[in-house]
């Protein structure tokens, strides 16, 4: 299983969002996390987003569709990046501004080293998330630089974000089924609440 991706857009402000009937589910995480590996690991492809030695690459909003129903969006990456003051307040507006407004997030991927664990920016947004409705999945990634006796107290780390996350690495591969099994049952879940609001007697005799 992989998730068919490809690029449609890039956008800073509202007014260059997608116009479409999909499911969205934004990929958020600290600059240095490796959101760019992992999206790529998603899609199967090792080219769809660029990666980079130097974080913070990726300022924009960049949507990517995903069969007919799911779009994938890779959020700007947060707190490590080398930038100046005003472009990291821009970004970070950019970042809130479709967090706070979108109506077609379905659910957040949340990324975190699994060396490093959930920090107040994770936890924060987490809340958010929680305050808002939309479901977070927590994605512990760089799995494969962990050794064995280390996953336990790494997974504990998690437990201030009320999220089991799921161990990835998108280097050997490891969890990225797992992860897209997630995105995709989160899509699907918040497919059939639309369809459900949108039944109708009439369309009903029609099926």
């Known amino acids: 299983m992989r998730l068919d991706a490809r690029f449609v ?3 800073f ?6 116009l479409w009937d999909r499911a969205e589910v934004a990929l958020a ?3 240095n996390v490796g959101k760019s590996s992992m999206l790529n690991a998603l899609a199967g492809a090792k080219n769809l987003a660029r ?18 129903h799911l ?7 947060y707190g490590y990046a080398r930038m100046p003051r005003s472009e990291a307040a821009r970004v970070a507006a950019i970042m809130n501004q479709y967090l706070d407004r979108s109506e077609r997030l379905t659910a957040l991927v949340l990324l975190v080293d699994a060396r490093r664990g959930p920090g107040c920016e994770e936890l924060e947004l987490a ?5 808002r409705g939309t479901p977070v999945i927590a994605v512990a990634t760089k799995c ?10 790494a997974l504990a780390r998690f437990k201030a974000m009320g999220v089991a996350p799921v161990l990835c690495s998108s280097v050997d591969g490891e969890g990225i089924d797992e992860l897209r099994r ?3 049952g989160c899509a699907r879940s918040s497919r059939r609440a639309v369809d459900a609001v949108e039944k109708t007697p009439e369309r009903d005799d029609l099926r």
């Open 127 to 131: 809340a958010r998330m929680r305050e």
């Open 29 to 31: 995480g600290r600059s």
């Open 51 to 68: 990666t980079s030695r130097t974080p913070g690459r990726t300022r924009a909003l960049n949507f990517f569709a995903v069969g007919d």
């Open 182 to 184: 997630r995105i995709v």
């Open 144 to 153: 494969d630089k962990l050794r064995r006796a280390e996953r336990a107290d």
């Open 13 to 18: 402000e509202p007014g260059g969002y997608p």
């Open 9 to 11: 857009t890039s956008a």
């Open 71 to 77: 779009a994938i969006v890779d959020l700007p990456g």
